[in-house]
T-cell receptor
Framework: DTGVSQNPRHKITKRGQNVTFRCDPISEHNRLYWYRQTLGQGPEFLTYFQNEAQLEKSRLLSDRFSAERPKGSFSTLEIQRTEQGDSAMYLCYLQASRAGPTDTQYFGPGTRLTVL | AQTVTQSQPEMSVQEAETVTLSCTYD???????LFWYKQPPSRQMILVIR??????QNATENRFSVNFQKAAKSFSLKISDSQLGDAAMYFCAYRSAGFGRDDKIIFGKGTRLHILP
């Protein structure tokens, strides 16, 4: 794994509980994205940050979801009152610059959430 | 809104043979980037190859090459000399190159590639 770590790697929780995931870039990347991936599907965009500013949120991101990137480095994604439909892999994606396709980019290993 | 379509949920190829994965996309933009990502089972997503829309020349990375047809909005991935380690889910993806706020990567649903020994 290079570029980014995510913790925890696996999380099992009961419906109604709150969970928080963390994404830690290994090196500086000004853009940080959160994606959600359900089994057999492609990743779906949730939100992204330019440094510490949250620039866009998908309509998939209900009021139960909140994300932060307080110092422009690591980011957290919190889900309140989890539902079974929240079960998915949550991926962190980093991009060093917006200069083009040659910019460095990394996907994290993901956090797999299971809501019972 | 941009969309990415992968019409082949699964494909199989004999080891050492060549396979082509299809991808079409829809956009009204003229400047954008296209990507193919590989996601091995229970492993991290990695970038395989990328293409800038303004370049006519197809991108190539070792055994991986693309056939980019801008007018047809088609972006297929060719894997030559398939190896067992190529077995994975492959995602086609799109990203705008404009300077607006719509800067996310949009993924297709993926094609699962099986390599037959």
């Amino acid at each position: 794994d290079t570029g980014v770590s995510q913790n925890p790697r696996h999380k099992i929780t009961k419906r109604g509980q709150n969970v928080t995931f963390r994404c830690d870039p290994i090196s500086e990347h000004n853009r940080l994205y959160w994606y959600r991936q359900t089994l057999g599907q492609g990743p779906e965009f949730l939100t992204y940050f330019q440094n510490e500013a949250q620039l866009e949120k998908s309509r998939l991101l209900s009021d139960r979801f909140s994300a932060e990137r307080p110092k422009g480095s690591f980011s957290t994604l919190e889900i309140q009152r989890t539902e079974q439909g929240d079960s998915a892999m949550y991926l962190c994606y980093l991009q060093a610059s917006r200069a083009g396709p040659t910019d460095t980019q990394y996907f994290g290993p993901g956090t797999r959430l299971t809501v019972l | 809104a941009q969309t990415v379509t992968q019409s082949q949920p699964e494909m199989s190829v004999q080891e050492a043979e060549t396979v082509t994965l299809s991808c079409t996309y829809d956009t009204s933009e003229s400047d954008y980037y296209l990507f193919w990502y590989k996601q091995p089972p229970s492993r991290q997503m990695i970038l395989v190859i990328r293409q800038e829309a303004y370049k006519q020349q197809n991108a190539t990375e070792n055994r991986f090459s693309v056939n980019f047809q801008k007018a047809a909005k088609s972006f297929s991935l060719k894997i030559s000399d398939s190896q067992l380690g190529d077995a994975a889910m492959y995602f086609c993806a799109y990203r705008s190159a404009g300077f607006g706020r719509d800067d996310k990567i949009i993924f297709g649903k993926g094609t699962r590639l099986h390599i037959l020994p």
